[in-house]
């Protein structure tokens, strides 16, 4: 099991695994922000903590047909699919690659860009708060729409258009505590709710995703 | 020896029964919708007064409430055949599920329309993004999201599958999300119109045609539904047939 999170971490890291495109397009979208809207100081600080969610769940979407196409195209989702290792482990390793890849480097990425914006400075403790409890939710969904689709060709398309739906709870809760905890309200409440959505989704999305792909695999 | 009469519900997950027996049941049901829809419209349309406050706008509740209520039972009826499909393997419905979703997308469009045709006049906005109406255009996404990955796929066995663990995934977040809005937004849409509790219902004078016609949508439902399946099991038998042409 650690050997195939190692293997999926370094394939990640290496050349052509994408690693940091996420991030690089997490900077741009919030960089772009300013140049659409305006650059009124108030005006960016009361949008920060939506945009910074949704850069952050776009820059995760993106991302998300390389946990699976590659293995699928060369094969080695076979291999793993015949290892003793249960393919509900495989996907729940693939999503916990994803987003130590992806999702962990958007969460610390996010105070620095919130300084683009111009949020206030106690806005930041929530934000981070809520990007580390919501993004995990955020790579595991998005196995199950790379589970579903890694079969097609030209699937990138459709996979956006499964996965986006499915992240509405986790976006509206995640950036309802990064704009309470900004303005100064009580972030208890929707904490609760985004960390109980992810971890079910933690918990019941693997059997889905592992049910997908066996499907997809046959 | 003669066999024993099965009469079983799932005797009519056998294509060829399903076809004899909804070829029988197809035109009644059809022709119950029409005297519904039309009785109900009209009745609806020009047998009504006007709402004191509301005018003449009110009588678009004919028509919203019913394919609302719809839009939302057919996505049931899809999670209920894909259940079916994925415990019992009934290609009848799975091709259910399949031919259910266009229908109920269209009736997710008609509320959403028709909605914004009497918000217009009557909260000075073609939309607001209050609960229910963003939680119908999630479900507008949904719907989308099933029928792009039915049309994707090319074997019918492999779509059956995916759609309905999607439909079942689908399902759940669509029950988070509109909960979650719940919480995001306030309320500009009022309470249900239609309830158990006798004093929420509208007036008894707009309340029998709306039954009516909201008869008529369910058995407009019923009959496109057995109209399309029966299409689609004719559909894969031909594909078969050719199949078999082609090996010999």
């Known amino acids: ?218 | 020896m003669k066999e024993p009469r099965v009469t079983s519900l799932w005797t009519y997950a056998n294509p060829k029964k399903f076809i004899e027996t909804t070829d029988k049941l197809l035109p009644w049901v059809a022709t119950l919708a029409l005297i519904c829809l039309v009785t109900g419209l009209i009745w609806g349309f020009f047998f009504t007064p006007d709402d004191y406050r509301q005018g003449a706008t009110v009588k678009i509740i004919y028509i919203h409430v019913p394919s609302a209520l719809m839009a939302i039972n057919a996505w049931l009826m899809m999670l209920v055949a894909s259940l079916v499909w994925i415990v019992r393997r009934h290609h009848v419905s799975a091709l259910a599920a399949r031919a259910a979703a266009p229908v109920g997308l269209v009736m997710t469009l008609i509320a959403l329309a028709t909605g914004a045709i009497w918000g217009q006049p009557m909260w000075g906005t073609w939309w607001a993004w209050d609960p229910r109406l963003t939680s119908f255009l999630v479900l507008t996404l949904f719907y989308f999201g099933y029928i792009a990955l039915w049309a994707a796929i090319e074997n019918d066995d492999t779509a059956a599958d995916l759609t309905s663990i999607l439909c079942l995934v689908g399902s759940v977040f669509a029950v988070l999300s509109r909960y979650a809005v719940n919480f995001w937004n306030q309320g500009l849409h009022q309470g249900a119109s239609l309830s158990l509790d006798e004093k929420e219902n509208v007036a008894d004078v707009f309340y029998h045609p709306l039954l009516v016609s909201i008869a008529g949508f369910v058995l407009l439902f019923i009959a496109l539904v057995l109209l399309r399946t029966r299409t689609e099991i004719r559909a894969r038998r031909t594909r078969a047939l050719l199949a078999r042409e082609r090996m010999n």
Request: one cysteine or more.
């Open chain 1, 1 to 218: 099991m650690i050997a195939l999170l190692i293997r999926d971490l370094r394939l990640a890291m290496r050349a052509g695994g994408g690693f940091g495109l996420g991030l690089a397009f997490f900077l741009i979208v919030v960089v772009l922000v300013p140049f659409a809207v305006g650059p009124q100081s108030s005006l960016l600080s009361t949008i920060a903590p939506g945009v910074l969610w949704l850069g952050a769940l776009l820059a995760c979407l993106l991302s998300l047909d390389r946990i699976l196409a590659l293995d699928w195209e060369d094969g080695s989702l076979d291999l793993l699919a015949v290892s003793p290792l249960p393919l509900e482990a495989v996907v729940s390793l693939k999503a916990l690659a994803h987003w130590l890849t992806t999702g962990l480097p958007l969460v610390l990425a996010a105070p620095v860009l919130a300084v683009l914006l111009n949020m206030p400075s106690e806005g930041y403790e929530p934000l981070i708060m809520s990007l580390l409890l919501g993004t995990p939710a955020l790579s595991v969904i998005g196995t199950f729409g790379a589970a579903l689709t890694v079969g097609l060709k030209r699937g990138g398309l459709l996979l956006s258009l499964l996965v986006l739906p499915l992240y509405v709870p986790t976006l509206i809760f995640g950036a309802e505590v990064a704009r309470r905890g900004m303005v100064g309200l009580e972030t208890t409440v929707p904490m609760l709710m985004l960390g109980g959505i992810t971890c079910g989704a933690i918990a019941l999305l693997p059997f889905a995703s592992a049910a997908v792909l066996r499907v997809n695999l046959r």
